[in-house]
RNA sequence: GCUGGAGUAGCUCAGCUGGUAGAGCAACGGUUUCGUAAACCGUAGGUCAGGGGUUCGAUUCCCCUCUCCAGCUCCA
């Protein structure tokens, strides 16, 4: 490896894949002339083009072959990428000629001064760069997929049509990334989610609206379990309030101005309105509440509920398990005073992340943000510049004193306060919100609450909403995808499954059987008159960690075969080894088999 | 919600330009009692997502609805 000296000659691949974007947009233009350009980046593993048919013409994947082949002639042909520098007034008129009203918008935006332009063979285009020097420089590329995007990306503009694709420096790499692709797809969580029969939907109950099946309803059970030990021991009190509220609720506490738009419609009830609630925290306040007089003896207080939640999502944000329209919250809001809310922070930070070292969650799987608001944005945001900076610095001085790695995000913050996200990249590699601290003033003002001082005079508490394990349901998709349906034992439907080779020794199977359900085990006997061979490949395929084959030999020695999920046989051991061998893959949590 | 694509047996899929459907696996019945990823034979299974239209005739063509997929937008 000569890296030094290839540095030179090697281009970035960002280059590459935006000259390929050039050389698509021109392929699109020489078969369908009259298209009308937007914009063209890479992207992360690519690039694309936006275009405007101007109704002439729907593009779909069919068109790639012909596209492809015309790119390759374009390529081939060697065409010299030439930068060309001109003035605004000049560029103004030049794409004015061209008739093309996407790139006269980006102009226009523009600083006065010298704009720049790319030219490869007939084809110009309004350009930053860098390219590469010459087209045959573009090596490996496959166009990927088209679907539509919003003009400057807002749903207020004209919709675009944009052509993905793809371009690598080698064959070998491009095919790499595709197979990759292909991988990943069989990781999805909806696909796993039926072949495990995890989860399902039904069209007659709604979009956005899972029906857990008894093997997913199991994993949720054990997480749902987990997290609640978690924070009876951490000090919280759990709760249970009722899935819907007067509109009223709502309307105080501000969400009503901010969200009406994903809440479902209210129900009339003799004279009042009613809603499925979109979170839990002003139930939780009027529990606060309900004690009239609150102590500063009693904070923090901490109230934790798993509650189920109704939002009403567009249709097309739907996506199985990880975007539904009713999804339970691991949730919980912390009432404490000025002086507590730091280390109430670090604590929930650390229920974090004991929570993702529990769930075999390796640290190069999530990243720390800092979601800041808007000062400038009093629509999106509440309108108290005080209180914003007051809040971000708490959270700064967080990550600076655990020292931790982390990113800011301005505008990612919820209407009244900033957030701490943890954010899980899945395996698309993805980002994904997952668990949130966020410290919040704005509501407790809203709903007037109080406590009594030390000093005698009330004062009012923070907030501190927090999610560890997000809802059940996102949770699960994640974990899904995380271990491909190979769940940790601790976590698996089925932990074992008994294979009694032969009828004869069913009875012997059945007692055993019987024995590990005694412990707790979640363990399924097969009893069918299959062979063994049959048995296994099922319950290999159902990703079941241990399979306890019986035979005579077993039989006589009173011992049982196992065979891991990884195919790695474990060979004949004593009952008694057995049970202490997967007790301790479930006490320790052990998440993958070495 | 928007743009594009799709929906055939429980699952995975085949079915050319209109003549009312097929395979493998699963299920069920039988034979087989078997040693680490699929034994053999047979049976049954479909309002071709739903509704409307064109046609002598629609799984196939057109319209509407539902659901799903990719992306955009959004995510308290």
Redesign the pocket.
Known sequence: MNKTDNQKTTLPIETMRHSCAHVMAQAVLELYPGTKLAIGPSTEDGFYYDFDPQGQH????LDFVQIEQKMKEIIRSKQEFVREEISKEEALSRFEKENEPYKLEIIQDLDDGTITLYKNGPFVDLCRGPHVQNTSEIKAFKL???????WR???KNP?L??I?GTCFLTKEELADYLLRLEEAKKR?H??VG??LKLFT?S?EV???LPLWLPNGATIRRILERYIVDMELAEGYQHVYTPVLAKTEL?KISG?WD??RG??YPPMALDDDELVLR??N?PHHIQIYKSEGVRSYRELPLRMAELGQMF??????????LS?VRSMCLNDAHIFCTEEQIHEEIIKALQMVEKAYKDLGFTPDTYTYRLSLGDRNDTV?YVDNPAMWDKAENELRVVFKELNLPHYEAPG?????GP?IDIQLKNV?G?EE?VS?I?VDRHLPERFQLEYIGEDGKPHQPIMI?RGIISTMERMTAFLIEYYAGAFPVWLSPVQAIILP????VNDFALNFHLELQKMGLRVNLDI???????K???A??QKIPY?L???????QENKV?V?RRD?K?L??MSIDDFKSLIQDDINSKRSRFE
């Open positions: 729907k593009f779909s994947e990927l997929s088209v679907a539509g995007a919003y990306g807002s749903e919709m049509q944009r993905y999805d909806r696909r039926k072949d939907t069209p709604g979009a956005g709502y969400h901010h969200y994903s809440m979109p979170m925290c939002r009403l999502e567009k249709s097309g944000e739907l996506t199985g975007r999106k990612e913050a919820a209407f009244y957030k698309l993805k919100t949130t966020q909403h080779i032969k009828d004869s069918r008159n299959e062979k063994l061979g049959y296994i490949r099922e290999q395929v399979m084959v019986i035979g005579e030999k077993e039989l075969a065979r195919g046989d060979g004949a």
